[in-house]
């Protein structure tokens, strides 16, 4: 019988937090799925851990590959899969126990291409709750969107049906992929229900400060070429330009104000301001950045040139 659920775990290097993941989802209250753990070449006992799981759980299947990124994991564990539907889970978080059980019985009473639940990030004992907003198409996706994928479950035909696969080799694949689906979204409705743990570790690969910051850049461009390449481009221009303005002056922003190498700091926030500039220079009259609630937008509103060069000093000192 066909899975109901395909989940995708890609293991790099993760043995302290893999069996808190893995014991979370053999212990779904949802069945019926397959936990498709592929390990990414990882170099630590990783693997052993998995194949403990693989004799004791008949639905944990083992995959082993080269070292090529958590986006050709994802890409690979998508030609996998044979269950209905397909949902990511990064093997340092863990999900609730009724996670996939919620998500799949509201997907199919609904016939979603996508459903989406709330999440905790954990910060040591701290937990706060995200909730997305319920965006329905284009042009709310690309400007509400959080750049997470796992705390969403895709239908796997929707999936298939779209003509972009995860870029490899780069950061913000999330973001990547989220807004290249944007275009396509429907049938997509929201749980408010933190259902999903996301666990901030020290070492956790999201916060490597390095010149790969610059990653956003091909990311935006990538978009904006997408959309081009659809002949939409004119249809969501001022989307567009605040996604610009989001990954030029807000995370990617913060990530390179903090590089260590002064010249390569330098570079990178030098290349994400020359960047918006270059190809929104009236960013400011975003229409989004009066629209949209919260500070932020009042402070992408302000930046400048100057003000964006003491906004990295400060944030470098925080």
Partial sequence: MKEKVSIIVPIYNTQQYLRKCLDSLVNQTLKDI?????????????????DEYTKKYANVKSYIKENG???????????????????????DDYVE?????????????????VAVCAY??????????????????????????????????????FIDSLDFDFPLGKRFEDSYYLTHMAL??????????????????????TNTRSKTTLDAI????????????????ADYYYELEYVFIRFSLGNPFVTASKIKDSKDRKFAL?????????????????PYLVTLPGLKNRYFKMMNKPLYKLSSFIQRII
């Fill in 34 to 50: 397959e936990i498709l753990c592929i390990n990414d070449g990882s170099t630590d006992d990783s693997q052993k851990i998995v």
């Fill in 69 to 91: 990124g958590i986006s050709s994991v994802r890409n690979y564990g998508i030609k996998l899969a044979q269950g209905e539907y397909i949902g990511f889970v990064d093997s």
């Fill in 97 to 113: 126990l009724n996670m996939y059980e919620k998500l799949y019985d509201f997907a199919v009473s609904k016939d979603l291409n």
């Fill in 120 to 157: 905790y990030l954990d910060e040591g004992n701290k937990k706060t709750i995200y909730k997305e907003y319920h965006y329905q198409d284009t042009k709310e996706m690309l400007t509400r969107f959080y750049g997470v994928l796992w705390n969403k479950m895709y239908k796997k035909s």
């Fill in 184 to 205: 396509h979204i429907d049938k997509i409705d929201f749980i408010d229900e933190a259902l999903i743990h996301y666990v901030m570790h020290s070492d956790s690969l």
């Fill in 218 to 233: 091909d990311m935006m461009d990538c978009l904006r070429k997408y959309y081009q390449d659809k002949d939409v481009e």
């Fill in 270 to 286: 030098e290349s994400l301001w020359a960047h918006l500039i270059a190809n929104y220079p009236d960013f400011k009259n975003n």
